[in-house]
């Protein structure tokens, strides 16, 4: 998969992650301004968790060096 292939399936993964988050407590169909932060704070923390778990799934897949180093980089800072 290419990293453009790559990240559009990532954005996809974590857009799924906060709707179902949001389904799971019934607020799907709620506008987004009448959400909480701690609600917000939820659905960003369910993203960023698939985007890590993919990512690392990705790092050790083997892709090319440069790749490699760079989700070392995003992954431990």
């Known amino acids: 998969m290419s990293p453009d292939d790559w990240q559009a399936h990532v954005t ?3 857009a799924l992650a ?3 988050w949001l389904e799971a407590r019934g607020r799907l169909d709620r506008p987004i301004a009448s959400l909480s932060r701690k609600d917000l704070e939820c659905m960003a923390s369910n993203a960023i968790s698939r985007f890590i778990v993919l990512a690392s799934e990705r790092r050790t897949r083997g892709p090319d060096p440069e790749e490699r180093a760079a989700l070392d980089l995003l992954l431990m800072g």
Do not use: Q
Request: proline share 0%; aromatic share 0%.
């Open 18 to 20: 906060m709707g179902h």
């Open 12 to 14: 996809t993964e974590a």
